[in-house]
């Protein structure tokens, strides 16, 4: 039974054996009730999803979407970065004005990440490598003024196309801000 009709039932039930004002605080009190259950599963719904990747085997157009559609910003953090839609996308926010930066591992940089390395590097995108000597820099997350995506997905043929991949993409100002903050933190501590 759908929740409004519930609620219209228990109404009508509660004005047949009830008093007025006990009637009114119960009918404000259920009010408050159905808008906060359903504005909070709106809110949860529309903040974020996750990407399988092989459903469709486009989920690297899901990074070319939130790229296409920042105003200001767009940060990354990528293992693995070998698709070249990705990183047209990203040159074309640079070119757009946009604040366009990212790091990559540093192996990487110097075997699959080498020719999406060099291509942003001579279109003026800042691309760090990652310089700590006793790890990997195994973040794959982007944020931009709009959204963040972050997940298993790397940017790359195989992730998009033969992999068992999630990327979960959102919204949410509080998650959004978080991953900006990470990905400042990493470029800060890189350089």
Known sequence: M???VALTQMLKYL??????RLI????????????????????????????Y????????????KLVNNANHYVYFAIYYFSKENIAEALIRAKQRGLDVRGIT??????????QVVAELRAAGVPLETQKHLDGIMH?????????????????TGAATEANDEVLE???????RDQYLSIIKKVLLKNQ
């Open 169 to 175: 993409i959102g919204t949410n100002a509080s998650v």
């Open 105 to 114: 591992d540093a192996a990487a940089s110097l075997d699959a990440n080498r």
């Open 53 to 64: 990747s092989l459903d469709h085997r486009d989920t690297d157009q899901e990074i070319v």
């Open 24 to 51: 009114v605080e119960l009918s404000v009190a259920l009010v408050l009730i159905f808008v906060v259950v359903f504005s909070a599963h709106a809110e949860i719904g529309s903040e974020f999803k996750v990407v």
């Open 2 to 4: 759908p929740l409004k």
């Open 139 to 155: 973040m794959k997350a982007l944020v931009t003024d709009k959204a963040y995506a972050s997940g298993s997905f790397n940017w």
């Open 15 to 20: 004005r047949a054996r009830l008093d007025k």
